[in-house]
């Protein structure tokens, strides 16, 4: 299986930068897909970014220009770099890792204020 560890979260004003990391371990070699997805309280969790494992990107289209996804091959590590944050970019932000079935990271709390 897979097992997948988010950090980089916090506290930030509106405006300003966040990076999150998503670090996979166990059968990595196995992942065609792994995303960003984000959920406020009361809302449904939907994509932000998602990369695979030949480096195509795809974006939610409120994203493309603020948000960037990449990985680190060496260090089995996907991150969400996060820039001109808003306040209703404030979520937990999840990873999700594709291949024979899926993992879910235990989120990151992201929180902007106005």
């Known amino acids: 299986q897979v097992q997948l560890v988010e950090s980089g979260g916090g506290l930030v004003q509106a405006g300003g930068s966040l990076r999150l990391s998503c670090a996979a371990s166990?059968?990595?070699?196995?992942?065609?897909?792994m995303g960003w997805y984000r959920q406020a309280p009361g809302k449904q969790r939907e994509l932000v970014a998602g990369?695979?494992?030949?480096?195509?990107?795809n974006y939610a289209g409120w994203v493309k220009g603020r948000f960037t996804i990449s990985r680190d091959a060496a260090k089995n590590t996907v991150y969400l770099q996060m820039n001109s944050l808003k306040p209703e970019d404030t979520a937990v932000y999840y990873c999700?890792?594709?291949?024979?079935?899926?993992?879910w990271g235990q989120g990151t709390q992201v929180t902007v204020s106005p």
């Open positions: 166990g059968s990595i070699f196995s992942i065609n897909y």
């Open positions: 999700r890792a594709l291949y024979s079935r899926e993992t």
């Open positions: 990369i695979t494992s030949g480096g195509s990107t």
